[in-house]
């Protein structure tokens, strides 16, 4: 007990740049704070929840509870669509979301979750850590007086659920199909027809016909929708992103009230929260993928000339937002950069060695 009270209360000391102090004086002197938050994610989607309930968790923790955030889940205080705007406005103090959401509203916030033929997880950690993603976002956001934080990555994503097949780029074309932000914009251009869904919705929409494809994320969260049972064709891989990464959208002004050692503690909140969220993933998508497939699900890869159909409708989008927007410039030309430098440096050493991993002790390996 003596141990944990003296790393408390060193922790606390340092974050506030001064000389630790007792834990007695730390709790007289430190403010009660009280924020809401809204997730853009349902409790029911766990894993993606957890991410909020994660941040709460430490904060409370690490300020002996003087710093508390309440959740409500999609809908309760604001729709998921709108926590942006609810930040923005403090109608909350903060929001967990993605801003994949938000592509029709601005496109260049897509590139603080995921792009078509992007960046994968680690490539996205590393850009906005230490490259130039978290800097260039930030100005992106301030226009919305929001500091954004990222907050979780799901891993490479899934290319959904199809009810037919998709042989040829024609295949796309009249596809009634559920995506999201960028994914959507490039879909319309091969001939899709985005449709718009609440993911509680997606079996019945597939079964009936409503819709003819259904992206989500993966494995690990689409077991629990059972769309295997009305749309067998489980498409890999989601060339829309290479991950998804989940922010933390923070109300500038209430950010600038806190006191030092609670912005510290938001900050490393987050980056465990992160951290937590990509272990999960990673741990359950295997077992998930497994079981998905012992029922029925047929995993079939994109052909490479859908693939390279996306991505040539990808790059024309870029080309075209990009003349429009000098802020979405940018940030794709940043991002590009980033990649094309990761890239050969993945295949030489992580690429390698899981393609080592997977072939040894195979006949022919």
Not at 25 to 43: C, G, H, I, K, Y
Not at 142 to 170: H, S
Not at 293 to 299: C, I, N, T, Y
């Amino acid at each position: 007990m003596q141990r944990r009270a003296f790393l408390k209360q060193t922790a606390l000391g340092a974050a506030a740049g001064s000389a630790a102090l007792a834990a007695p004086a730390f709790a007289q002197e430190a403010p009660t704070v009280s924020w809401r938050l809204a997730s853009s994610f349902p409790n029911e989607s766990p894993t993606l929840f957890a991410g909020a309930e994660d941040v709460a968790r430490y904060v409370a923790e690490v300020t002996d509870g003087h710093f508390n955030i309440e959740i409500f889940p999609a809908g309760d205080l604001v729709q998921p669509g709108q926590v942006l705007e609810a930040v923005q406005h403090r109608v909350v103090d903060c929001g967990h979301t993605a801003s994949t959401r938000y592509f029709d509203m601005d496109p260049a916030l897509c590139f603080d979750a995921g792009v078509p033929f992007g960046l994968n997880t680690r490539q996205m950690n590393a850009w906005m850590t230490q490259g130039e993603g978290l800097a260039l976002t930030r100005v992106l956001f301030d226009k919305y007086n929001i500091l954004n934080f990222p907050c979780g990555y799901t891993g490479a994503q899934m290319g959904g659920w199809f009810r037919g097949e998709v042989k040829t780029v024609d295949d796309l074309r009249g596809l009634k199909v559920k995506a999201g932000g960028f994914a959507r914009h490039v879909l319309s251009r091969l001939g899709a027809t985005p449709v718009e869904v609440a993911v509680s919705d997606t079996y019945a929409a597939l079964e009936d016909g409503t819709v003819d494809a259904v992206a989500w994320i993966g494995p690990h969260d689409d077991e629990s929708l059972a769309l295997y049972k009305v749309a067998r064709n489980y498409y890999f891989p989601g060339w829309w992103a290479g991950t998804l990464q989940l922010s933390l959208y923070v109300n500038q002004d209430a950010y600038d009230e806190l006191p030092k050692p609670y912005q510290s503690a938001l900050a490393l909140a987050c980056r465990m929260a992160t951290g937590n969220m990509i272990a999960k993933y990673d741990a359950g998508n295997p077992d998930a993928l497994r079981r998905l497939v012992s029922r029925g699900a047929q995993l079939k890869a994109f052909p490479k000339p859908v693939l390279q159909a996306c991505y040539e409708a990808s790059l024309a989008a870029y080309k075209e937002m990009g003349a429009k927007d000098p802020m979405f410039k940018k940030l794709y030309e940043s991002m590009t950069a980033f990649r094309d430098k990761e890239v050969p440096w993945f295949r030489v050493a992580e690429g390698s060695f899981d393609n080592l991993i997977a072939t040894l002790g195979q006949p022919g390996a």
